[in-house]
């Protein structure tokens, strides 16, 4: 009999806060660290909290995409993902209160492949259902655009 996994868990994390710049997370067996750069007083250690956020949408992309074509059976080469992304700082500059502070996304995947560019286009749509990070800015107001292309 096969063991059923759980579909909804709890994710617990207990984060160390050093400096009021740099905050370190646990996860799993690693340490992740969130920092600001040292202009605005932090010890650049890691990346900002918004630019985790963008990262994390970029990393989300990669890893459902990749399982997204592989369940469908197309080989999508090498990847590489641009992002163009515009970042309203008015919020946490603490000028106004910003609703959707990442207005616009747009992530070019680019695939070294000898799949069709109607295969990558599945790929895309696919991704676009299960990508947890995707749903989160689309659900926030983003316009995010992600192009699916084979590269030159």
């Not at 990669?62 to 970042?87: M, P, Q, T, Y």
């Not at 995947?109 to 995707?134: F, H, M, R």
Request: proline share 5%; charged share 25%.
């Amino acid at each position: 009999m096969a063991v059923k996994m759980k579909t909804v868990v709890t994710y617990r994390a207990t984060a160390a806060c050093p400096t009021h710049a740099r905050t370190e997370i646990p996860v799993r067996d690693l340490n992740v660290v969130i920092d600001e750069p040292i202009e605005r007083g932090g010890t650049n250690l890691g990346p900002t909290p918004t630019e985790a956020a963008m990262t994390a949408l970029i990393a989300c992309t990669n890893v459902i995409g990749h399982k997204n074509a592989h369940r469908l059976g197309i080989d999508l080469g090498e990847i590489s993902i641009d992002a163009n992304c515009k970042f309203d700082r008015r919020g946490v500059l603490m000028e106004e209160e910003i609703d959707v502070p990442f207005p616009e996304i747009t992530l070019t995947v680019k695939c070294t492949t000898p799949a069709s560019q109607e295969e990558l286009d599945l790929v895309g749509l696919e991704t676009a259902k299960y990508c947890a990070i995707a749903k989160l800015f689309a659900a926030a107001g983003t316009d995010l655009t992600v192009n699916w292309r084979k590269a030159n």
